[in-house]
Nanobody
Framework: QVQLVESGGGLVQAGGSLRLSCAAS????????VGWFRQAPGKEREFVAA????????YYADSVKGRFTISRHITQNTAYLQMDSLKPEDTAVYYC??????????????????WGQGTQVTVSS
């Protein structure tokens, strides 16, 4: 498993932006799929975005398409989630996750074996 450290959460007004970072310690993201999930109060954790570290292909939930961008910095071994045009409904704890190997048939929690501690994102109206 890969140890993951997230940063970049905070409080922002609606329409604003935040960038989350996910760094791998001790091991690289090579041959991993790195994803972001989020969990709002009283709701189940849901998929947000993912990137295939090998070829940079990206995947997004419909709710964030066109507003969020996932990217990677290979030499820094860090994944990013750029969040623009934030809405109050984006308020949640955001988790970075990693899955070794190829992109799974479903970008859902059970396929990801490594998880970060989560970072709070709060969007005020």
């Amino acid at each position: 498993q890969v140890q993951l450290v997230e940063s970049g959460g905070g409080l922002v007004q609606a329409g604003g932006s935040l960038r989350l970072s996910c760094a791998a310690s001790e091991r690289t993201f090579s041959k991993n799929v790195v994803g972001w999930f989020r969990q709002a109060p009283g709701k189940e954790r849901e998929f947000v975005a993912a990137i295939n570290w090998s070829d940079g292909s990206t995947y997004y939930a419909d709710s964030v398409k066109g507003r969020f961008t996932i990217s990677r910095h290979i030499t820094q071994n860090t994944a990013y989630l750029q969040m623009d045009s934030l809405k109050p409904e984006d308020t949640a704890v955001y988790y970075c996750a990693a899955k070794w190997g190829s992109v799974p048939p479903s970008l859902s929690e059970p396929y990801f074996s490594s998880w970060g501690q989560g970072t709070q994102v709060t969007v005020s109206s």
